[in-house]
């Protein structure tokens, strides 16, 4: 798959590639003049699917990765992770979808990073699915993660996770769509490396829960809505935000977890058997606390319009617009407008020579 992008604005040097409003510059004189564009194949991916039989049960695997760099791989194009996990009875171990997130709502956009307002995480867990088929319950621990901003403290701290976090989710499938509701418990925590016993150090609870569904329209339409709220779950969110910050003062910092909430918003609408639009709206707003730096990220905005045309199903081709906002903690506003063309031919191991 290759994307080419078009920015008008001037994006983040590392982030020309996708569309992530917590990392759009509210200061844009600080990355250069308007406009850039980027072809780019890090969307592209490859994977295997597997199934034997174990006993008297079949046990599945999945190894998916695609080259799409993050964290200290941010704007280069190299091997990233997506899936890698083994399933067997009601038994999933590995990396895959958190079992606090809903992958059906995310929409059928083209950018590759998605709406930044709806729960995304692959995650390493251990999971146990006790009731399967139109309802499914799930249970899981999963690998935690606690993004800590030290604000104006002027220690230099860290998230220090001292226990898995426990997911759970129950859905609801028919013919008109489906149903979510997902929830998790976590302890967030930081310390300070390099002082004594690492302190100052604590943790706080962190929870949160995620409501999703889709609705079948028309023939082949979809309306897609989720809302999820928490505090310190930012972790577990498509873009924005942190888990944990200061909300005292240089004394005594008192970090607490950030509340969040994420919106999304999109409809889905086949013109015919080869055109297909996607339209919508998503956000991500965090309640900043008291002692977090003027430029923290407080709210993120993303929306998008496309049109796609997919004329059998080892092709696609469309061109998308993407608009996103960043609201910085001082009010300060940042703006990355861009145009998509995308072109994705598609493969399995029946097509090789």
């Known amino acids: 798959m290759v994307d080419y992008v078009q920015a008008f604005d001037r994006p983040n040097p590392?982030?020309?590639?996708?569309?992530?409003?917590?990392?759009?510059?509210?200061?844009?004189?600080?990355?250069?003049?308007d406009g850039q564009a980027t072809l780019s194949v890090r969307q592209s991916r490859l994977g295997v699917n597997?199934?034997?039989m174990a006993g008297d049960s079949?046990?599945?695997?999945?190894?998916?990765?695609?080259?799409?760099?993050?964290?200290?791989?941010?704007?280069?194009?190299?091997?990233?992770?997506?899936?890698?996990?083994?399933e067997w009875k009601s038994i999933l171990a590995g990396q895959t979808n958190s079992v606090f997130m809903d992958g059906d709502v995310f929409p059928n956009v083209i950018d590759y990073?998605?709406?930044?307002?709806?729960?995304?995480?692959?995650?390493?867990?251990?999971?146990w699915t006790p009731v399967q088929g139109d309802q499914t319950v799930a249970v899981a621990i999963e690998t935690p993660g606690s993004g800590v901003d030290n604000g104006l403290d002027p220690n230099t701290t860290a998230g220090d996770n001292e226990y898995p976090d426990l997911t759970a989710h129950f859905r609801q499938v028919g013919d008109w769509g489906h149903f979510q509701v997902a929830g998790i418990l976590r302890q967030v925590g930081y310390d300070t490396p390099g002082a004594p016993d690492g302190s100052p150090d604590d943790s706080e609870l962190g929870w949160g829960v995620n409501l999703t569904t889709t609705i079948n329209l028309l023939e082949k339409d979809r309306l897609i809505l989720g809302v999820v709220h928490g505090d310190g779950i930012s972790n577990y969110m498509n873009d924005g935000g942190v888990d944990m910050?200061?909300?005292?003062?240089?004394?005594?910092?008192?970090?607490?977890?950030?509340?969040?909430?994420?919106?999304?918003s999109y409809y889905e609408h086949a013109w015919n058997d080869r055109y297909s639009s996607a339209i919508g709206y998503s956000s991500t707003e965090i309640?900043?606390?008291?002692?977090?730096?003027?430029?923290?990220?407080?709210?993120?905005?993303?929306?998008?319009t496309n049109l796609l045309y997919t004329p059998n199903d080892k092709v696609m081709m469309g061109v998308e617009y993407l608009f996103g906002k960043r609201t910085a903690n001082d009010?300060?506003?940042?703006y990355d407008r861009r145009v998509q063309f995308s072109v994705k031919y598609s493969f399995s191991s029946g097509n090789l020579l």
Request: glycine share 12%.
């Open 14 to 33: 590392d982030w020309v590639g996708a569309l992530r409003p917590s990392r759009i510059p509210t200061n844009a004189s600080s990355v250069g003049s």
């Open 50 to 52: 597997a199934s034997t």
């Open 58 to 86: 079949e046990l599945t695997t999945k190894f998916e990765f695609d080259m799409y760099g993050v964290g200290p791989d941010e704007g280069q194009t190299t091997i990233r992770l997506r899936h890698a996990y083994g």
């Open 113 to 127: 990073w998605g709406p930044s307002g709806m729960v995304f995480l692959r995650n390493p867990q251990i999971r």
């Open 245 to 264: 910050a200061p909300d005292g003062n240089a004394i005594d910092p008192d970090y607490q977890v950030v509340p969040l909430t994420g919106l999304i």
């Open 287 to 304: 309640d900043n606390t008291d002692f977090q730096g003027p430029d923290a990220f407080n709210k993120g905005e993303y929306a998008s």
């Open 331 to 334: 009010g300060d506003k940042g």
